[in-house]
T-cell receptor
Framework: AQKITQTQPGMFVQEKEAVTLDCTYD???????LFWYKQPSSGEMIFLIY??????QNATEGRYSLNFQKARKSANLVISASQLGDSAMYFC??????????FGEGTQLTVNP | EADIYQTPRYLVIGTGKKITLECSQT?????MYWYQQDPGMELHLIHY???????EKGDLSSESTVSRIRTEHFPLTLESARPSHTSQYLC???????????FGEGSRLTVL
C-alpha cells in the first residue's frame, strides 16, 4: 500500500528565510512520482514541483526545490527566501501505478514579517 | 493556467435536498477525479474516471455518485444531502507525462 507521511502539522518561518517541509513515503513500486501542492486559505490546490523516482537530479522550480533522498524515502520541500504569500497549507503527494495520487496530511506554514 | 472549472463555489442547502456539483475541463484530459477535504485536513479520493463511461469508487467511501458521459464533464451528485456531507469537494484532471493533477477551485458544501 502507498502511504505519504507529513510529520509537521505546523511550521513557522521568518520572512526572507528558508524553510524545509518534511515528507516521507512508502511504496514497493519502483516507478513513482512525488508532488508538492500549495493550498491557500481560498481553497484551491496549486501545483509546485514534481520529482520522478528515476530522476537523477533534485527538482527545482524558482524558489522551490525538492530534496529527494531515495534510500531514505524522503522528498522534502525547500522554500527559499520565504514571502508572506507563502503562508498556506502544503501537501505532499505520490503517484504510483494507476495514475491516482495519494496525499499526506499536510503542513500549515506561517510566514512571519 | 489550468482550465478546469467547478460550480457552485459555495452551496448551503437543507437536509434531504438533491445536489449536483459540476466539473468541466477544456484540456481534453481522459482522467478525472473527485476529492473530498474537510477544513485543514488531507484530501481523500472518492471517485475517479479514466474515460467516457468509466467511473470507479475511490479510497474513501462516499454516498455520492458520478457520471462521465462526455470527456470534459464529470459531475458529482448527492441524492439526499445530510449534514455529514458538509465538506469541500475538489475536482481534478490529469493528462500529462508526470500525472500532475490540475485542480478546480473547489465547491464548499454546507448541509444544514
Amino acid at each position: 500500500a502507498q502511504k505519504i507521511t507529513q510529520t509537521q502539522p505546523g511550521m513557522f518561518v521568518q520572512e526572507k528565510e528558508a524553510v524545509t517541509l518534511d515528507c516521507t513515503y512508502d511504496t514497493s513500486d519502483p516507478s513513482y512520482g512525488l508532488f508538492w501542492y500549495k493550498q491557500p486559505s481560498s481553497g484551491e490546490m496549486i501545483f509546485l514541483i514534481y520529482q520522478g523516482s528515476y530522476d537523477q537530479q533534485n527538482a527545482t522550480e524558482g524558489r522551490y526545490s525538492l530534496n529527494f533522498q531515495k534510500a531514505r524515502k524522503s522528498a522534502n520541500l525547500v522554500i527559499s527566501a520565504s514571502q508572506l504569500g507563502d503562508s498556506a497549507m502544503y501537501f505532499c503527494a505520490m503517484r504510483t501505478s494507476g495514475s491516482r495520487l495519494t496525499f499526506g496530511e499536510g503542513t500549515q506554514l506561517t510566514v512571519n514579517p | 493556467e489550468a482550465d478546469i472549472y467547478q460550480t457552485p463555489r459555495y452551496l448551503v442547502i437543507g437536509t434531504g435536498k438533491k445536489i449536483t456539483l459540476e466539473c468541466s475541463q477544456t484540456m481534453g484530459h481522459d482522467k478525472m477525479y473527485w476529492y473530498q477535504q474537510d477544513p485543514g485536513m488531507e484530501l481523500h479520493l472518492i471517485h475517479y474516471s479514466y474515460g467516457v463511461n468509466s467511473t470507479e469508487k475511490g479510497d474513501l467511501s462516499s454516498e455520492s455518485t458520478v457520471s462521465r458521459i462526455r470527456t470534459e464533464h464529470f459531475p458529482l451528485t448527492l441524492e439526499s444531502a445530510r449534514p455529514s456531507h458538509t465538506s469541500q469537494y475538489l475536482c481534478a484532471s490529469s493528462g500529462g507525462m508526470t500525472g500532475e493533477l490540475f485542480f478546480g477551485e473547489g465547491s464548499r458544501l454546507t448541509v444544514l
